[in-house]
Nanobody, 124 residues
Framework: QVQLVESGGGLVEAGGSLRLSCAAS????????MGWFRQAPGKEREFVAT????????NYADSVKSRFTISRDNAKNTMYLQMNSLKLEDTAVYYC?????????????????WGQGTQVTVSS
């Protein structure tokens, strides 16, 4: 079974940066699209960014464009999310996901494997 584990969350001041990691085990995910999603308190989980299996096709939510960068290292079976210029509105639990048919899509229903999430809190 595939297991995804997020790390790198924490407390950061507005304008600061964090880098999240998602480590996969149990199976190589080199053929799977991967993505980051987040859920704020009282809100539904939303798309943040996705990356194709090759790492070439990337999509971002409008709210994070120019601030966040998604990447992956298939040799390490790991995906990353570099978050810069963080805003209060970025506060959420961030989840990583992987899906065989998720390439180029922010539709979370196309991702069958999910991590447990890591908390990101941005303070003023």
């Amino acid at each position: 079974q595939v297991q995804l584990v997020e790390s790198g969350g924490g407390l950061v001041e507005a304008g600061g940066s964090l880098r999240l990691s998602c480590a996969a085990s149990g199976r190589t995910l080199s053929r799977y699209a991967m993505g980051w999603f987040r859920q704020a308190p009282g809100k539904e989980r939303e798309f943040v960014a996705t990356i194709s299996a090759s790492g070439v096709a990337i999509n971002y939510a409008d709210s994070v464009k120019s601030r966040f960068t998604i990447s992956r290292d298939n040799a390490k079976n790991t995906m990353y999310l570099q978050m810069n210029s963080l805003k209060l509105e970025d506060t959420a639990v961030y989840y990583c996901a992987a899906g065989q048919y998720g390439s180029g899509s922010g539709n979370q229903h196309l991702y069958e494997y999910w991590g447990q999430g890591t908390q990101v809190t941005v303070s003023s």
